[in-house]
Nanobody, 120 residues
Framework: QVQLVESGGGLVQAGGSLRLSCAAS????????MGWFRQAPGKEREFVGR????????SYADSVAGRFTISRDNAKNTVYLQMNSLKPEDTGVYYC?????????????WGQGTQVIVSS
C-alpha cells in the first residue's frame, strides 16, 4: 500500500520559513518524480514545484520561484519543500504527489496534505 505522508506545516509569520517533509512508503521511491501542490481556501489546487527522480532537475511555479526549494533524499524515501520569505498568500494545504517515471497520465499518488498558515 502506497502512502505519502506530509509533515511540517504550521502557523508562521510573514517573512518566516517552514520546511515540509513528505515520507513515502510502499513504492520504489527513486522510480518517481515528486511534486508539491497547494490549495488555498476557496481556490483550486495549484502546482508549486517538482523534482526529478534523481533530484537533478527541479521546476517551480513563478509565484514561489526564488523563495521555495525542493529537495529529496532517496535513501530516506523523503522529499522536502523548504519555504522561505513566506507571504500570507502562501497559506493553504500543501500536498506532495508521486509521478511514476514514464507515466503520461499525471500523478499516481497523493498525500493527505499539511496545513500552512502565514499570518500578516
Amino acid at each position: 500500500q502506497v502512502q505519502l505522508v506530509e509533515s511540517g506545516g504550521g502557523l508562521v509569520q510573514a517573512g518566516g520559513s517552514l520546511r515540509l517533509s513528505c515520507a513515502a512508503s510502499g513504492l520504489t521511491f527513486r522510480s518517481y518524480h515528486m511534486g508539491w501542490f497547494r490549495q488555498a481556501p476557496g481556490k483550486e489546487r495549484e502546482f508549486v514545484g517538482r523534482i526529478s527522480w534523481s533530484g537533478g532537475s527541479t521546476s517551480y511555479a513563478d509565484s514561489v520561484a526564488g523563495r521555495f526549494t525542493i529537495s529529496r533524499d532517496n535513501a530516506k524515501n523523503t522529499v522536502y519543500l523548504q519555504m522561505n520569505s513566506l507571504k500570507p498568500e502562501d497559506t493553504g494545504v500543501y500536498y506532495c504527489a508521486a509521478d511514476r517515471l514514464g507515466s503520461t497520465d499525471g500523478y499516481d499518488y497523493w498525500g493527505q496534505g499539511t496545513q500552512v498558515i502565514v499570518s500578516s
